[in-house]
């Protein structure tokens, strides 16, 4: 829900009525993760998505349903081989769907949605499994802890709430969490879904060159705050990158050394000169970040290396670095390049393989975006 902050936000200053279904849960291959959302308004607007297609058309009706009753609803969707007329995942998979009304009375909501709309860091956590007067109450909670709302029901269960969350939104994803009605950690009647909103990721490139300006557009389009960094003043300009967030004219070694960065940027060197790469690339391998790669020829690669050794980078840092830069797909223009590039720092993002899907017999949608259907007990 979360995702679709700017958008609700608008509606709800402009005092529009509507409904948000949000998936849950999700079992075995299904297309869209927990937190994806589907908002469908009183005049029958709708944005996002639930399922890439499959169930929008149930879901819309739901939310509907929904705005109608005024009840916050689960249902299942799955998929039917003997019912050629239910509504299903073609998938194979199984999610489950909360929907909500929204309306002046969900004022936490509105908060998280007006703090994800403005760039602030925040996570929801609602109740989306448990008793019937829990289902759908949310806490906001922010980076240091403070939080708004409650969930009802035991004192504690909303400082458990508040820990679980808070740990999801400094890892930066949504999750789920089990607990106990009476807060305690043990597994029991009662399941969170936290939705976390944190600033975009980084994607620093370093190398003004025509490379950079097809990486720039690949960074945006998978939704990165892209910096372009160079030495060069006469090649890092606004005319050659229209499309990065900032341009940076510094040594790139010096500039990286003052950096923001965390565990989900990413360094992509594309200078491919000794003078740069060698500096930079042995403050980024020191670096918690998520992946660092470089330009240049597997001789390149090779001087580069021998080269990083004498200047002190240890074998665990070096095999941190993906070198020759990005994926085999026989890449020739820079943006075929930034296709290659983009396409490793998915997989390396997600633990993909990088192989062709076709006869690999490897999942399409990867474990690790899944959680386990809730019991049917909502």
Known sequence: MLDLSRHLHEWIEEGREFAVATVVAVGGSAPRPPGAALAVAADGTAIGSVSGGCVEGAVYDLCLQALRDGETLVERFGYSGEDAFAVGLTCGGTIDVMVTPFDAGRAVEAIALAAAAGGEPVAL???VRGPAGLLGRAVLVRPDGTHEGSLGGHPRLDRTATDQARALLEAGRTGTADLSEDGSHCPGGLTLLVECAVPPP???V????DFAAALVRAGKFLGY??????ARPVFATRARFPEADDIVVDWPH???RGAETDRRTVLCVLTHDARFDVPLLAEALRLPVAYVGAMGSRRTHEDRNRRLREAGVGERELARLRSPIG???GARTPEETAVSIAAEIVAARH???GRPLTGSGTPIHRAGRQTEPLPRAV
Do not use: E, P
Not at 206 to 209: E, K, L, Q, V
Not at 225 to 230: A, G, I, L, N, R
């Open 125 to 127: 956590a609602r109740v």
């Open 202 to 204: 980084r994607m620093i």
């Open 206 to 209: 370093f190398g003004a060159i």
């Open 225 to 230: 705050h892209v910096t372009v960094c160079d």
């Open 254 to 256: 010096r500039y990286l």
């Open 327 to 329: 994926l085999d797909l």
């Open 351 to 353: 633990g993909g393989t």
